[in-house]
């Protein structure tokens, strides 16, 4: 009997780096987390324990440190893409290049309207992040949001579903609709400013989110994707997961209240979990 | 050999609950966490199993869902503050009652300027916070800032320090300074608006943090405690808890670069955890 | 231009279940998370919001209940297919259903080598897991572990690698080789007794962890993967995840002092990240 | 107005060091996390930002890891007190060290009966801890087990409570009891082997918990603090916090079957939260 060796990849994952860029009136600081994946001629590494064709994963963390200084410089889909291309290019055996970037969010503190030049409030759980995977031929870059926590308190219900012997939940035509979504975007080709692409995307979900009927998570995450297709042509493929984080109405009726869509449990799990992916036509 | 009960409370956390408050032409969303814990006449629950004088927390829980639709409407505190009542006036068995809220921060949307009436995006781990301590003479009201993380990328030094034979930190004028505090105060009586006073309160510890020169982080903890309490005749304790998320120079000269406080390591762990309290002499 | 659904699903995630099996000298504690993920036929939910075709995620959870009490009285690879089973059988827009069960593990308390009748220790990270992926033609069935943290303190070396400008990494022919990893494996068939050969191939994995002379990561999860498809025909493919807990040797030599390989720094991030999936030729 | 500063301390937290202590014929590995914190001469160090007093944290960090190379070689507890002892007595300005060390479980992994030398498995949630506060005149020494989740799945009740208008809870005299408790424990003086005194004492423990017949929360709390105060003369004062992790039965009436005491909700949140310390009379 042989064994084959099928898929293999290694790296390294959760390297931070915070960087200070210096401007003549202010500081920027961004901050963000890289992985590194990379695959290629590897066979006798797992089969031989033959190291000769390695780069070890402490030298991509300390690659990303370096490159970081001359290269991270505007939005995290450059420097991801500078990082792959630069893997690639040095070692011979890379066949494909997988880059991960998420960065964390810090907002400038502004007083009496003035924008602070070096402080800055952070610990959002909302983060921007870019993937690439390249190999000698392709680039696939994707953006993205993840953790994105909204809500809206009505124009959201759901009503005349399949009921069963196991049905105990009551239809409503106004709930709230509460999701931590990660919701990430491939390009075409890649964008010349995808900071910028990226907060009118951004600002596009939200809209309609905001805006929409819902009639079910469903059919919200259908509007949200179909907007962006819409808007942005530089978008070919959108996926969206959209966890339903429940706020569940809470019965007030058996202590002789009225609970008039006012007070709710609010819960974590167990949690709907409702995920698609939409693109163009003849693509 | 005789046993004592000395202390003893019991109670239920993490009680999670979201309030839709509607206004005509706008809904709020409110979302909170609220911990209740009890003590009084209970050494015979432990000794005996005699559980006539116990208040289940499951009703405890209850009670705060109840009570949520008439007494919650404005700040935590004074929510807070009717609880504790609540549970104390009711129950004569009890002598002291705890209770903790903390409320998870949601920003309303805004499209070209216009606060959107009901969509909202959360996620912050910046959460405002209150604890009541209340018997039946005395209400203490704290109120604080849980979570809130900041930075600052210059006008931060530490110099001057001991050095022993197990040092190897380097002294510098410029490091980045960057906190995830929490920090309490108490008031000396119950404010007539908690909400807007918590609001300038923060504003105060913002911008202190950001114009101090600090030349560690105890001074600069010393000097946000200070303001507050100069500004802020209704605060008579502050208690900040301000651990210390070194951004650590990376090393760029191995590779032949230079490193003008540029790039760095963002790290959790191991984190240095500075604490104070300050108050006014004379009370 | 027209836009299309592609991939889409949507189910309850986080199913927090435990169940007593009885027996007439003791008791069994079972603890279970689920997670139900259903496709087929909802292309009008998301066009159209239209819910005639939706069995509510609120349904699926208390489905899982519900069948429970009967069908979880053996393996979780049982129960898991039961469900999988019928939530396809019971609602034919349903193309293909994916259901996953972790399993926390509790262990019977012993007092001087007696076997407790009802009382269990928790809390290991170390979870038993299972996926099913079935359509109305075929069943999928894997099983794995998870969050497996093992570790050993030497017959693990690294060398005789890439070195580059950036490396700064030492060659080790002794190191610490930690990791915390999931492991699943694809089985040909479903199996009589699940649980048993679960046990039996944990007990493989953990043996050639600790008898192999790893050169490198890759080198051990090969041999790790190569043992269990040589020894398990039931087994068609496995992928093993490991990410590389690093412990990374203090520099006591800056003091004056020899470390021989016994004072670490135990770190969680970074890491390194090994993957790979192995299966038999020809198939 | 003048400004006093209160209490203030400042340290290290999450040192995180691990040890291969080298026997001839097998290796130990020993995991532990250390916090140190220090308070004594400091006001000028808030007020001036004068640190010449200031012993870095970094270089505690330092100091706890060089000290490990001989110092830890035996318990927790041992090397903690070494820790306390070292700052305080190399450092005069402080009057007081507070030092807590969390050991990490690492088992022996065995194979047909045989200990193997050198690999183990981790990732329990249970940890055994010690608090070490020390002052030039006095030492407190703490012990106790973090985490420890534990459950019996019978000779469990909850009856004869308080009922009022928001009760809803059922009473039973038959119910899953479950809690992931916090135990600590002060020493009188410190004992001549913790290790083994702690084994011993987190075995009482275990054993009340399985044999007593609960009739709240509160009433095992008391009896395992009770048992080891009498069984254990070193042990002086000791604190539980006992959350209850409800096990929800789940309501099968509602679909026409039974539910015996079989399937239940397992949840996290909202918990009931007990606390109690027991002491010995006159002390």
């Not at 602070?116 to 690439?132: A, L, N, Y």
């Not at 959201?156 to 709230?176: A, V």
């Amino acid at each position: 009997m042989d064994i084959r060796l099928d898929k293999n990849a290694y790296g390294k994952n959760a390297i931070h780096l915070s960087k200070i860029i210096r401007h003549p009136d202010r500081h920027d600081i961004r901050q963000i987390s890289v992985n590194i994946s990379l695959s290629g001629d590897f066979e006798k590494v797992h089969t031989e324990g033959n190291n000769k064709k390695v780069l070890p994963t402490d030298t991509m963390k300390n690659t990303v440190y370096a490159l970081a200084k001359d290269h991270f410089t505007t939005s995290i889909e450059a420097f991801g893409l500078y990082l792959a291309d630069h893997f690639l290019t040095n070692n011979s055996q890379i066949s494909e290049a997988t880059v991960s970037l998420t960065e964390h969010c810090w907002k400038r503190m502004i007083f009496d309207d003035d924008p602070h030049p070096h402080s800055f409030v952070g610990g959002g759980s909302e983060k921007h992040e870019t993937h690439i995977i390249k190999d000698h031929q392709h680039t696939l870059l994707s953006s993205g949001i993840k953790d994105l926590l909204i809500l809206k308190t009505t124009d959201s219900g759901f009503e005349h579903y399949i009921k069963d012997k196991y049905t105990t939940l009551k239809e409503t035509d106004d709930r709230i609709f509460s999701t931590e979504c990660d919701i990430t975007w491939i390009y075409d080709t890649v964008p010349p400013d995808p900071e910028h692409l990226y907060q009118a995307i951004r600002e596009n979900l939200l809209h309609t989110f905001a805006t929409h009927k819902s009639l079910s998570v469903q059919h919200t995450l259908y509007a949200m994707g179909d907007a962006v297709l819409k808007t942005f042509p530089e978008v070919k493929e959108i996926t969206l997961k959209m966890p339903n984080k429940h706020h569940i109405l809470f019965n007030l009726q058996q202590f002789g209240m009225e609970n008039n869509n006012e007070v709710f449990i609010a819960t974590d799990e167990p949690y709907g979990y409702i995920t698609g992916t939409l693109s163009r036509q003849g693509q």
